[in-house]
């Protein structure tokens, strides 16, 4: 799985993607290693990490964001971009370049203002 990760993420954004793929391929090897050597505490601390998570997630998003999270809209977009979403987003605060940011955020600003835009006509009772 950390192979498809690494594949994609470079096809995605190629240095960012080479700069996080020695930390997947690390992590999974690392929690290979615990599974072996203590398969039953690793895996149920895993789990529970897991669910406490998405739990934490769904309680950020009803309540800071007023809508349900990615994960109803979009399977592949929460598992799979979200997580290089928010690699770029730590590398943009570490300087990571800077023209791809700006445009990012600009079309990010415009799908925003678009989104709300069609919620907002559609509360109207307008169509589009």
């Known amino acids: 799985m950390a192979l498809y990760y ?4 470079i ?5 960012a993607g080479s700069i996080i793929t020695p ?7 690392y929690s290979k290693h615990l599974t072996t050597v ?33 994960l109803f809209e979009n399977l592949h977009m929460a598992l799979v971009t979200a997580p290089f979403f928010e690699w770029i987003e730590l590398l943009f605060k570490l300087g990571y370049r800077p023209e791809l940011e700006a445009r990012m955020r600009k079309s990010v600003a415009e ?3 678009r989104v709300k835009a069609a919620k907002a006509s559609k509360k109207n ?3 589009q």
Do not use: C, D, M
């Open 6 to 9: 690494s594949i994609f993420y």
């Open 11 to 15: 096809l995605l954004e190629p240095v």
């Open 23 to 29: 930390i997947l391929l690390a992590g999974t090897a």
């Open 38 to 70: 203590a398969a039953y505490p690793a895996n149920q601390i895993a789990g529970g990490v897991f669910v406490l998570s998405w739990i934490a997630q769904f309680i950020g998003h009803g309540a800071f964001e007023g809508r349900a999270p990615a």
């Open 111 to 113: 799908e925003t203002a």
């Open 125 to 127: 009772g307008k169509a």
